[in-house]
Nanobody
Framework: QLQLVESGGGSVQPGGSLRLSCAAS????????IGWFRQAPGKEREGVSC????????VYADSVKGRFTISRDNAKNTVYLQMNSLKPEDTAVYYC??????????????????????WGQGTQVTVSS
């Protein structure tokens, strides 16, 4: 059974940091593009950061550039999202997802939601003083 499990969420003060992990079971991640998406209450789900199967290409939403870093360790079958300088507007449920179209995605399409086939259950991130 293909499964993605997110962890590392929690509550943090503005300016703080968190590292999210996305672990896969039932399949290996090295052939998939992996994306981190988030959904705040009352808002649509949006792409935060995505990474190609090899890790050679990364994409970031403008709102997180310079603050978030996506990385992957294919040997551990895990993708990470390091989040620094967190802001209240980063509060959301964060989801990781895997795309079977990984090798064919361009920089323009790598973080498009409908390109992703498998989704985790999400982890809550709350940034508040």
């Amino acid at each position: 059974q293909l499964q993605l499990v997110e962890s590392g969420g929690g509550s943090v003060q503005p300016g703080g940091s968190l590292r999210l992990s996305c672990a896969a079971s039932g399949f290996t991640l090295d052939r998939y593009a992996i994306g981190w998406f988030r959904q705040a209450p009352g808002k649509e789900r949006e792409g935060v950061s995505c990474i190609s199967p090899s890790g050679g290409t990364t994409v970031y939403a403008d709102s997180v550039k310079g603050r978030f870093t996506i990385s992957r360790d294919n040997a551990k079958n895990t993708v990470y999202l390091q989040m620094n300088s967190l802001k209240p507007e980063d509060t959301a449920v964060y989801y990781c997802a895997a795309s079977t179209a990984g090798y064919s995605l361009s920089v323009q399409t790598m973080c498009v939601i409908w390109e992703y086939d498998y989704w985790g259950q999400g982890t809550q991130v709350t940034v508040s003083s």
